[in-house]
């Protein structure tokens, strides 16, 4: 049993311009479900770990649990206060096997050894996890990750349960599991839980609070009068009433013959027959750990497959590494992992020298990146930039190699409208002249949709493509 | 055990980590290894395919030394990355904790000796020439270079310093500049 | 046997025999080493796996010593020979049979080592296959860009290294909101107990190896 005040609190990265958070004063209702939303990128995981005292406050009255400071509170009872349940799953745990992992909670946390067992089979079959117990974690799926993670919090019994959006890589199955769960911990336990997510679909019905985001950085309630207005305007942006016609005939850029994918143990693609088209743009939609990453990294040869995937014919596996990444490219979701200099303008000067077509010139980039609203930061450090900025500079550096092929994973990730619609249209004027192929996985649709022709879905194991088939 | 208070978790995480992620990218240098040491092994010259490639292997403790700044970060950096490779796929055993301590010590050397103050050329290069020297002498026994003749053992001494000067010394340093300018080591070490 | 102790009794074997020059003691160990594994189940397999992985660097330096040596060429040159499959088997004894994690459960509780060393090198090596991909991504996304990263290439090693930052403070997060504290108390559920008799095996196995080195008179 918590209640949880933030008193005036505003907090700013070492280095940073802009306060991440500013004059956030709220309170947290004990044994109440909060659900805390706003868009990517704007200070939600920072709010859940200065909760959690993984960063440091200059007013230690910020924070308080019960009219306590937060850093008042002794860190070795830490845990039993507030435990926390992180967006990547693979980064959250120090130790091999789920049983060894809730074993170091439990040390952690000072349990006698003669209780642990019992503690750990407790909290196991309370997420349903109970066949998992000596599997590696390596091993699991995200969702099947993120219960572990649930279940060393119920292991240690902490009062406040703080979830960063917890199932970005999350089935829609574990999720709804994971949901019902954490409802139970609430109604049976008394728990606190304050869940971060900028997708809001089903929780209209569970929480009994929203909290959100504001453009100035500050965290305001969201009344009950307030709230279906908000969840429509959420299903708008991921639903769609276009349809895209299937296709019929084209050049081929991949042919998937038999290709069957798998993660660890789990199948996530049956086998498949497809034809992916040239000079094409493709949408690939699906629930949230169904596989989608896991096929362009296929495509690109970064993770193992069944069946034969070719390239312009060629069986990808025989082609020349170096040749075939100047032909198909990906940009990654994590816009850092494409970056390999320092500052801006020495990023496109290497895009623009190994660039494989001429279309983007001295003049084109410049006019981009003042599309883009990135113009006039040549000197800046790109690992200063915002997420937004990133993203954007990511998806530019890439258009300006000119792959024949570009697999795009989540472009439109953190980016406020104004930014997608500027996306979109560079995109299109781009495309236009070089014929490039596009394949993009995304979740946000709204502004997306001008640019697509077809529409393949991945679910259940399943990638087919969607729409009315041609009449011919 | 007073200079283990100044490490963080997320330090000996830290270095734990860039040592895995050197042995992974060093694996891929193996064949190399492979081809001179073969290539070179009817002169009676295999040990120069070592030499050559040592200094890639003591690079995470010279980085360690160089990147953190703290007491025993080269010995620890370098320790902890023969501990892995011991566990993960290393064939030598016990042999590469040993040689880990010594090359991680032998970096070390260099910084104790520039009283940990020089983190510029001096450093690196006496850290190059300890690690040098230091990892020299256990070879004269484990590796029985004592028994070989003395144009080759100054041959052996003289391409060693160069690859740890290489490897060690002038790549460290690129890195750590790169590191410099991305201003993301100096955000991170004030947590 | 004690992990830790194990360990230590290998490490000693190794400085030794690295300051000997006895081929038949070598060959005593690795029979040893040998018999020791099969007692223990390693299949054969891997005992042959053991013989060729060595082969190499084994004959190059035998080669040295038998071209370039000074002295008994011969003698020093099967010394190293046998010397290098004298480590690799008595390595195999310990890494073949006690994983990392065993060691730093000795490590820690009979031997006082702060746990944030046990914890924060258990917390990389469980993602070293993570690590492995994530180098041919870095690799890969270099390509993407027109550049080919090579083990000598500084913005390699500078990728590996931001990702590390960013991992190792995702790791020391998670870490601190499953409960750990740096130099906090902590309890134990895996108990390892340091044993008399594992003092005596120690204390054993070094007295015959010193019979091995200056009674017995091998060659």
Partial sequence: ?472 | MKWAKSWTLSDVILIALIGIFFGAIFMGTNYLYDVLTAALTPFGLAGLANELLLGIWCMPGMLAGYMLRLKGSATLGELLAAVVEMFFGGQWGAATLISGVLQGFGSELGYIITRYKHYDWLGLTASALTTTIVTFGWDLAKNGYLKLQLWLLVLYLVVRFISMFVFGGVLTRLITDLLDRSHVLKSTHTN | MNPSLKLLLLLLIALEISFTTIVSLNIALVLLAALYLLLKGTKFKTLGWLLIVPLLPAIGLWSTQYINGSGDKTLMAWVLFTRIYAFVFTGATFTLTTNILQLADALEQNWHLPSKFAYGVLAAYNLVPKIQHEVQIIRAAGLMRGQQLSFWSPQLYFKAILVSINWSQNLAQAMASHGYVEDAPRTHYRQVRLRLRDWLILGLGLSCLQLGVFVIPWR
């Fill in chain 1, 1 to 472: 049993m918590a209640t949880i005040a933030l008193n005036n609190l505003t907090f700013t990265y070492p280095q940073a311009v802009a306060p991440t958070l500013q004059h956030v004063s709220l309170t947290f209702t004990s044994g109440h479900f909060t659900l805390l939303t706003g868009p990517s990128g704007t200070g939600k995981s920072t709010l859940l770990k200065l909760m959690t005292g993984l960063l440091p406050l200059d007013d230690p009255a910020a924070i308080q649990y019960d009219q306590v400071n937060l850093s008042a509170i002794d860190q070795t009872d830490r845990a039993a206060k507030v435990a926390m349940l992180f967006q990547n799953p693979n980064q959250q745990f120090a130790m091999d096997t789920v049983e060894n992992e809730l074993v170091f909670a439990l040390e952690n946390r000072q349990v006698d050894p003669t209780q642990m067992a019992a503690r750990i089979t407790a909290a196991l079959d309370f997420v349903g996890i109970s066949a998992l117990r000596q599997r590696k974690l390596l091993h699991l799926s995200g969702g099947e990750k993120q219960k572990v993670a649930l279940a060393v919090i119920v292991a240690m019994d902490s009062d406040v349960i703080l979830l960063d959006e917890p199932f970005a890589s999350v089935d829609p199955t574990a999720r709804a599991s994971l949901l019902r769960r954490l409802v139970q911990l609430r109604d049976k336990a008394g728990k606190t839980i304050i869940l971060a997510d900028h997708d809001l679909t089903d929780y209209q019905a569970l929480v009994d609070d929203v909290v959100k985001v504001t453009p100035a950085r500050n965290i305001v309630p969201v009344t009950v009068a307030q709230r279906p207005a908000l969840f429509q305007a959420f299903e708008q942006r991921v639903s769609t009433t276009t349809t895209w016609p299937q296709p019929t005939s084209g050049q081929p850029a991949f042919k998937l013959h038999q290709l069957a994918l798998t993660q660890g143990q789990h199948q996530l693609l049956q086998p498949t027959d497809l034809t992916l088209f040239q000079q094409h743009v493709t949408l690939i939609t699906g629930p949230n750990g169904s596989g989608k990453s896991t096929f362009f990294e296929a495509l690109v040869r970064l993770h193992a497959y069944q069946g034969r995937i070719s390239y312009a014919g060629q069986d990808i596996q025989r082609l020349k590494r170096r040749a075939y990444a100047r032909q198909v490219a990906l940009l990654f979701q994590d816009a850092e992992t494409q970056f390999l200099n320092i500052t801006v303008q020495e990023e496109l000067a290497q895009s623009q020298k190994h660039a494989a077509g001429t279309y983007f010139t001295t003049a084109r980039i410049q006019q981009a990146l003042a599309q883009l609203n990135l113009a006039g930061r040549d000197e800046q450090v790109i690992y200063t930039l915002s997420e937004g900025q990133k993203k954007k500079l990511q998806i530019l550096l890439m258009l300006i190699m000119q792959p024949p092929v570009l697999l795009m994973d989540e472009p439109l990730k953190g980016l406020d409208l104004a930014s997608i619609n500027a996306l979109v249209q560079l995109l299109q004027t781009t495309l236009a002249a070089t014929q490039q192929t596009l394949v993009i996985i995304s979740h946000q649709l709204t502004g997306l949709t001008p640019l697509i022709d077809y529409h393949l879905h991945f679910d259940q194991q399943q990638l087919r493509y969607q729409g009315v088939p041609h009449e011919s």
